[in-house]
Nanobody
Framework: QVQLVESGGGLVQAGGSLRLSCAAS????????MGWFRQAPGKEREFVAT????????YYADSVKGRFTISRDNAKNTVYLQMNSLKPEDTAVYYC?????????????????WGQGTQVTVSS
């Protein structure tokens, strides 16, 4: 099992930026694909971005493409989500997740371990 701890959430004005971090435990982090998901109040959890084991492949939801960037540092067992040009509709709890496969995925069900989430609030 991989333990995941997100940080970096907060309150920001529309148009601003935040960088989320997700620190993972375990020696095999570099073999896992990682994903970011989010859940707004009253809505289903939705896919945001995913990255493969090496960081050489990434994939984004259309709603964040061009504004968000996922990256990872395997030496630090950490995955990041840089969020720019934030909009009020980006307000949600953001979760990172680990997939026991090196291949990224946009499917919730493909991820085994989840963090506790970090709140991102974007004011208009």
């Amino acid at each position: 099992q991989v333990q995941l701890v997100e940080s970096g959430g907060g309150l920001v004005q529309a148009g601003g930026s935040l960088r989320l971090s997700c620190a993972a435990s375990g020696r095999t982090f570099s073999s896992y694909a990682m994903g970011w998901f989010r859940q707004a109040p009253g809505k289903e959890r939705e896919f945001v971005a995913t990255i493969n084991w090496s960081g050489g492949w990434t994939y984004y939801a259309d709603s964040v493409k061009g504004r968000f960037t996922i990256s990872r540092d395997n030496a630090k067992n950490t995955v990041y989500l840089q969020m720019n040009s934030l909009k009020p509709e980006d307000t949600a709890v953001y979760y990172c997740a680990a997939r026991y496969s090196g291949v990224g995925s946009s499917n919730n069900d493909d991820y085994r371990d989840w963090g506790q989430g970090t709140q991102v609030t974007v004011s208009s």
